[in-house]
């Protein structure tokens, strides 16, 4: 897994994104990563259009893996997700 980072600095969020992305099984990691940059103060307006440059990068990859990972994970950051939410209070 990929260390988490020291600060919700934006170009070493995208670094650390970057770099889960090439795990095998991105979606835990990139999950791990989601929650950790909330918790190191990341709004979800940011964190939203982090993900949302992900999405678009890597939407006509052959290989999905890390595009359904990136959608999974802003399921969860934009709420889609009842329950396991990353900003309940923010619905």
Not at 10 to 17: S, V
Not at 33 to 44: I, N
Not at 48 to 69: I, M, P
Request: with cysteine; glycine share 4%; aromatic share 8%.
């Amino acid at each position: 897994m990929v260390d988490l980072l020291p600060s919700p600095n934006l170009e070493n969020a995208r670094d650390a994104i970057r770099k889960t992305l090439d795990e095998p099984a991105p979606f835990q990691p990139l999950w791990d990563l989601a929650k950790k940059l909330r918790d190191e103060g990341m709004p979800q307006s940011v964190m939203n259009d982090l993900f949302a440059e992900f999405q678009s990068r890597h939407e006509n990859d052959v290989d999905e893996t890390r595009y359904n990972a990136v959608l999974d994970v802003l399921d969860y950051v934009v709420g889609w997700c009842a329950g396991d939410e990353l900003y309940p209070a923010n619905k």
